[in-house]
């Protein structure tokens, strides 16, 4: 059975950090490519950032401020969000390709306010 399970969201102030993870069964984790999105209130989902391989990009919303990276011993992937704004208030989901198949997680809530 595939699990993608988030963790470590929360309330956090405008400026603060917060490290999300994701732990993952069910699938080969290791040659997975492994992603990062969100969905503020009243919008779409949005792409956040991508591990392919050793390889990340990330959306020019959240470049230099957030660290996607990957531990295949754990078969967990984390999103190190810095310098946090209200605009990155959402909530943010694992994504898992392997070949042409999908998995999702149930996301975890980011909320950034004073």
């Known amino acids: 059975q595939v699990q993608l399970v988030e963790s470590g969201g929360g309330l956090v102030q405008p400026g603060g950090s917060l490290r999300l993870s994701c732990a993952a069964s069910?699938?080969?984790?290791?040659?997975?490519?492994m992603s990062w999105y969100r969905q503020a209130p009243g919008k779409g989902r949005e792409w956040v950032a991508r591990?392919?391989?050793?390889?990340?990009n990330y959306a020019d919303s959240v470049k230099g401020r957030f660290t996607i990276s990957r531990d295949n011993a754990k078969n967990t992937v984390y999103l190190q969000m810095n310098s946090l704004k209200p605009e990155d208030t959402a909530i943010y989901y694992c994504?898992?390709?392997?070949?042409?198949?999908?998995?999702w997680g149930q996301g975890t809530q980011v909320t950034v306010s004073s």
């Open positions: 994504n898992a390709r392997h070949g042409w198949t999908d998995y």
């Open positions: 591990m392919l391989g050793g390889s990340t």
């Open positions: 069910g699938f080969p984790f290791s040659t997975s490519h």
